[in-house]
């Protein structure tokens, strides 16, 4: 079983509309969770940590749920700004990090 | 402005010749990270290390060799050894100090290497 799981997608939304993504994870001890994001054939970027109570930052809301071992992303009113690839990464103890494959989304004009 | 630095931006190699990927930064950060990164695929940890001169193999490790000299410094070796070695090629670092709240060990990406193998 992979570390961390993630849905491909991808996403097409039209601009303006909401969008969710969840990825799960394996181990249950895991203390750390973030989003980031990543363009085409560049590094990717920290775009949220993720809180146990949750945090919203602007148009993104991120959410974690421990019972289910899922976190997930909200994206609302989306912009053609924010067409990139979302991972999501599981840091278990400190030097471990675990990353998704990356859900692709592409807003549309 | 802190970060890391990555070099070459591009690079290529032919096959049987050792490359070796420059990552430099200047956060201050204890542990720093090589990773791949291959198209449909999470990025894979090659070698990992937390203090100078101290490292250890990541998950794909085989065909790699990396040092740690100094704490801004981990460069990678891409080896003759390595048999896919066209990818492209991340180093990251994180603060990895103890006591830090959940969420604060944060992964600072450089720019990236692509390598290509003609």
């Known amino acids: 079983r992979k570390e961390v799981e993630q849905d491909p997608g991808p996403f097409n939304v039209p601009e303006g509309a909401t969008v969710a993504f969840n990825c799960t994870y394996s181990n249950s001890a895991s203390q750390s969770f973030f989003w980031y994001r990543q363009d085409c054939r560049k590094e990717p970027k920290l775009l949220m940590s993720v809180y146990s109570s949750g945090n919203e930052d602007g148009r993104f809301t991120a959410q974690l749920n421990r019972a289910s071992q899922y976190i997930s992303l909200l994206i609302r009113d989306s912009k053609l700004s924010d067409s990139a690839t979302y991972l999501c990464?599981?840091?278990?103890?400190?030097?471990?990090?675990?990353f998704g494959t990356g859900t692709s989304l592409t807003v549309i004009p | 402005d802190g970060g890391i630095t990555q070099s070459p931006k591009y690079l290529f190699r032919k096959e049987g010749q050792n490359v070796t990927l420059s990552c430099e930064q200047n956060l201050n950060h204890d542990a720093m990270y090589w990773y791949r990164q291959d198209p449909g695929q999470g990025l894979r940890l090659i070698y990992y290390s937390q203090i100078v001169n101290d490292f250890q193999k990541g998950d794909i490790a085989e065909g790699y060799s990396v040092s740690r000299e100094k704490k801004e410094s981990f460069p990678l070796t891409v080896t003759s050894a390595q048999k896919n070695p066209t990818a492209f090629y991340l180093c990251?670092?994180?603060?990895?100090?103890?006591?830090?709240?959940?969420?604060?060990?944060?992964?600072?990406f450089g720019a990236g290497s692509r390598l290509t193998v003609l």
């Open positions: 990251a670092s994180s603060p990895l100090r103890q006591g830090l709240t959940s969420g604060a060990n944060v992964l600072t």
């Open positions: 990464v599981v840091n278990p103890t400190g030097n471990q990090f675990y």
